[in-house]
Structures are given as structure tokens and as C-alpha cells.
């Protein structure tokens, strides 16, 4: 188990290169950038676009941190390692609890 702690941990630190990419992150576009790359919005996604109107963290950064590009990728670092800790309390919550029974 501890040797599956090493590469999580690497991918989490290396996280921020997908910022060096062009573009949007695939599969993140939003009804405007669909129709711009000329493709079929779907119908049940412009039907529900506006029904959660308020984002936490729009365009995936934190207005007080500013645009640094180190500043941003910090925080995608944080994020992944708060995201792998997420996915492993779950996992060892599940797995406790069918050892137990």
C-alpha cells in the first residue's frame, strides 16, 4: 500500500503542467465554446447551464491569489493532494467497514 503513496503523490505535484497546454481542458467546454467549435449544443445542456448560476471557483482560480502561474499551480497541487486524501479516506471508510463485518 505505502508504494502507491509515491506515484499519487508525484502525479499530484506534476498536475500543473496541464496548465503549459493550449486551449480548455477536454470535456470543460461550456455552451459558448461549443458552439464557436461549431458543434451541436445539447439540448438538455442548455436547458440546465443556468440552473447553478453561482461557481465556487470560476475558471478554476482564486481571485485573491491572483494570475501567477505559480500561485495557480500551488493551489492545483493542493487541490489533487485534498483530492487523493478524499479518495483514500473513502476507500479505507469502505474497505474498514467489510473487514469488520
Given at each position: ?11 499530484a505535484v506534476l498536475t ?27 439540448a438538455g445542456l442548455q436547458?440546465?447551464?443556468d440552473l447553478h448560476p ?48
Amino acid at each position: 500500500m505505502k508504494k502507491l503513496w509515491i506515484p499519487l503523490i508525484v502525479l499530484a505535484v506534476l498536475t500543473p503542467l496541464g496548465m503549459l497546454a493550449p486551449g480548455t481542458a477536454w470535456g470543460e467546454w461550456g455552451i459558448e465554446e461549443l458552439e464557436e467549435m461549431g458543434i451541436a449544443v445539447p439540448a438538455g445542456l442548455q436547458r440546465f447551464s443556468d440552473l447553478h448560476p453561482f461557481v465556487p471557483i470560476p475558471d478554476y482560480s482564486i481571485p485573491q491569489l491572483g494570475n501567477s502561474f505559480w500561485l495557480q499551480a500551488i493551489a492545483y497541487v493542493f487541490s489533487a493532494l485534498i483530492g487523493i486524501g478524499i479518495c483514500a479516506g473513502l476507500i479505507y471508510l469502505i474497505t474498514s467497514r467489510k473487514t469488520a463485518r
